[in-house]
Each structure stands twice: as structure tokens, then as C-alpha cells.
């Protein structure tokens, strides 16, 4: 099997990746009913920037998208990240979302560096697969509530989310709502870590336990919460702590299914994402 990260990547344009996806979205726009629609976090699960939340979207709904991670907040390839890098990478993120049953979602992420490496082949990315099942539903007086296991499978993944996580959305006025959300994280999970590529043989082997609090970046490890104001359901404002950093960003709704979005992560660096949903299962028309 081919190392994952050996050969340099080809220059990468994100303003090039992000135009073709808002192209696809424009072209996917016509014609489509409107759904339940939540916004979503860098790696496709809804949530605000960085951190999941507890909305449960309609089932049926299908999303995919595209997220930039900036090269100081970088998870793997960086020099603080990994002491094996000399290069100083941002990341593409790209995802899939599904909502498969009621209150049950497979989201799937694959994460590659920008620019060139100095490992010598080319692979495929950093995969991984998320579960997300709501425990309870919002109703007037609880928030829903959520849980997030990511499958242990994959080789040192960056994004493992296992997380459990509420949101409660109260209403300031007819067209503004604000979505709480607050969550746990592991900072423990169980994975293949110390598996290579090239010996890659069997998935049910090479587990340990790891503390992602040992890496200089890690993703969500402790408490966790955010706040998303949402203005007439086109747009909004979002302000996170993501159990390190306080980000803060902006987001439109485009067409009923297409979103994009930016933010400032620690005051510092700008990350930017977009997604397109898309509702599988058509309503049945009323006689």
C-alpha cells in the first residue's frame, strides 16, 4: 500500500477548489425544494466553525462541501503539528453528510495538505467516518442532545471527534434566533496510531490509547460551546470556544441548500468553508 503522505502535492489553489464547488452549487440550486438546513463545521457535521452541535437535521439530507484549515492551526502538516515536516502547510478539508435514518447521521472527511510535502509518493489523505446519534430532540424546556463517536479504523486521524454535545435555540425576535450549544470532548480515543501505511493489513490490529492534549494541534479535547445568531434563516454570526481557542465568523445561506462561510481562528488566521445540502427524500405532494 502506497504511504499516505510521500509524494509532493501539486500547487493547490483554494480560491480555484472553492469556485468550482460554488459553481457545482449555482448549477445544483435550480429546481430544488427547500429543507431542514443546518450550518456546519469545518470537517461537514452541523456545528458553527470548529465545534459539532446538537441540531438534527431532517431525514434524507444529503451535504457535502469544502473546508480550508490555515497553516498555523494546521493538525498534521506543520512543523509544530509534526517535527518530521520542515514545510508549513494549510489543509483542505473535504466532506460528505448523510443523514441516514431519524436522528442518525455518517459523516465522512478526507483531509490532504496544500502545497507540496517533502515525503516522496503520493496517497490518498487523512480518511475518517463519524457517527452521530441524537439522544433526545429540542422541545420547549431541554435542548437536544447528541453524541458523536468517530470509527477507531483509520491511521492517526486528526479530526477524531467523540463528543457529547447539546444545543437549545431561543427566539430574540421574529427574524433572529440564537442557537446555544455546549459539549464534552475525550481528549482520549482509541485508534491506530502506530500503524504504517505500507503494513496496513488488517483493520482490527496496532490500537492504543492516545491523549490528543500530547500534540502541540489537536482537535477537540474538553469542554467545548458556541453561540450562532441566525438572522431571518439567511445568514448569521457565530462565536465558539473550540477547548482552546475563542474563533469568531460570519455565514449566508445561498438558494435554500448552499452555504459559505469565514472565520477568525484565535484572532489570528482565516478559515473559510462551503457546503451544498441536498434533500433526498421528496415530500409528498399534497392532493
Known amino acids: 500500500m502506497l504511504n499516505v503522505y510521500s509524494k509532493p502535492f501539486k500547487a493547490f489553489s483554494v480560491l480555484k477548489a472553492v469556485q468550482k ?46 473546508g480550508f484549515n490555515p497553516s498555523s492551526y494546521a493538525f498534521r502538516f506543520s512543523p509544530q503539528a509534526n517535527p518530521l515536516v520542515t514545510t508549513r502547510n494549510s489543509e483542505s478539508i473535504a466532506f460528505v453528510n448523510l443523514v441516514v435514518f431519524p436522528r442518525l447521521e455518517v459523516n465522512i472527511n478526507l483531509l490532504l495538505p496544500n502545497g507540496p510535502i ?18 433526545l430532540t429540542e422541545k420547549a424546556k431541554r435542548p437536544s442532545v447528541a453524541v458523536i463517536i ?20 431561543v427566539n430574540i425576535s421574529k427574524s433572529i434566533t440564537t ?54 434563516k439567511k445568514g448569521g454570526f457565530m462565536v465558539e470556544w473550540d ?22 481562528l484565535n484572532g489570528d488566521q482565516v478559515t473559510a468553508s462551503t457546503s451544498y445540502a441536498i434533500p433526498l427524500l421528496r415530500k409528498p405532494k399534497r392532493p
Request: proline content about 4%.
Open 21 to 66: 464547488v460554488f459553481n457545482i452549487g449555482i448549477v445544483l440550486s435550480l429546481g430544488l425544494p427547500g429543507l431542514a438546513w443546518a450550518q456546519v463545521n469545518i470537517s461537514g457535521k452541523p456545528g458553527l466553525i470548529y465545534i459539532p452541535s446538537a441540531e438534527v437535521v431532517a431525514d434524507g439530507t444529503f451535504s457535502f462541501g469544502y
Open 118 to 135: 517533502q515525503y516522496s509518493a503520493k496517497g490518498i489523505g487523512d480518511r475518517q467516518i463519524d457517527i452521530k446519534y441524537a439522544l
Open 150 to 169: 468517530s470509527a477507531p479504523f483509520g491511521i492517526d486521524n486528526s479530526l477524531i471527534t467523540n463528543v457529547v454535545v447539546a444545543t437549545k435555540h
Open 179 to 232: 442557537a446555544f450549544t455546549l459539549g464534552m470532548s475525550s481528549p482520549y480515543s482509541l485508534y491506530r496510531a502506530e500503524v504504517k501505511n505500507d503494513k496496513d493489513s488488517d483493520i482490527f490490529s496496532g490500537y492504543t490509547l492516545k491523549d490528543k492534549r500530547d500534540k502541540p494541534n489537536y482537535y477537540l479535547a474538553g469542554p467545548f460551546g458556541g453561540v450562532n445568531l441566525n438572522v431571518n
Open 243 to 264: 477547548s482552546q481557542h475563542v474563533n469568531v465568523g460570519a455565514y449566508a445561506l445561498l438558494f435554500k441548500h448552499w452555504t459559505v462561510q469565514a472565520g477568525l
